[in-house]
């Protein structure tokens, strides 16, 4: 069975693609995509592939750094952002002890809530709000090119 990185990447349009990746790979765990065997730096490599130089910086991309999960894209698109998502990212700021067990309590939930958030407004982001329903909590961000994304 193919891992899910090698099945579909998520992919942002972005202003500044390299920033919302340095961004994400601290939101999600995820490293920024290395260079291809054989190059130094991406730099490099879009040398050798005689890529403008003016291009160099119209995409990154973040890596699960296990190989699991899926490859987020960002690519350059000259338009801004102009309406809310339809689709967005729930970043898990806590884990389950096993496949099969129960979340930790509210009260510890809530404190990875509120540590993940701390760092990540430290990395730019922007908080909207919190929201707390029966027994979950989370707070809805903003990543530095204004996505919307929740830390539960």
Known sequence: MPRSSEVFNLTFDATDPRRLAEFWALALGYQVEPPPDGFASWEEALAAWNVPKEDWDSASAVIDPDGVLPRVYFQRVPEE?????????????WRRSGPDAAPPPLAQRRAAVEAKVAELVA????????????????IILLDPEDNEFCVV
């Open 123 to 138: 990395a730019g982001a922007t908080v909207v709000g919190p929201v707390e329903e029966y027994d979950n909590f989370w």
């Open 81 to 93: 952002k102009t309406a809310k998502n339809r689709v967005h990212l729930d970043v898990r700021a």
